[in-house]
């Protein structure tokens, strides 16, 4: 099993920056992918951002220019630094890892517990 902590939430002014982290633990033998996701009231779960095995990253539209995916892999951490907050970026912000237990099992998915980001205009 793994288990995934997220941290680094909370209430933040228009304009302002948070960081938020996320530590994967347990039974990984590799990595494929970490991201963030992230859901509003009434809204579907979107993809966020993403960072992939070979360094490469995705991000939604509506975020570019202003969030950075990073990842230490040393850490099995991911970090999201958002920049230039808008209310519209205010849910709650799921990280996902992407990881194998072993050489021959396939990736799972496992997700951490959810922390709020809260922009006020």
């Known amino acids: 099993q793994v288990q995934v902590v997220e941290s680094g939430g909370g209430l933040v002014q228009a304009g302002g920056s948070l960081r938020l982290s996320c530590a994967a633990s347990?039974?990984?033998?590799?990595?494929?992918?970490m991201g963030w996701y992230r859901q509003a009231p009434g809204k579907q779960r979107e993809l966020v951002a993403a960072?992939?095995?070979?360094?490469?990253?995705k991000y939604a539209d509506s975020v570019k220019g202003r969030f950075t995916v990073s990842r230490d892999n040393a850490k099995n951490t991911v970090y999201l630094h958002m920049n230039s907050l808008k209310p519209e970026d205010t849910a709650v912000y799921y990280c996902?890892?992407?990881?194998?237990?072993?050489?021959?099992?396939?990736?799972?998915?496992?997700w951490g517990q959810g922390t709020q980001v809260t922009v006020s205009s």
């Open positions: 960072v992939f095995s070979g360094g490469s990253t």
């Open positions: 347990g039974s990984i033998f590799s990595i494929n992918a």
């Open positions: 996902n890892v992407f990881s194998a237990s072993t050489a021959w099992a396939p990736p799972d998915n496992y």
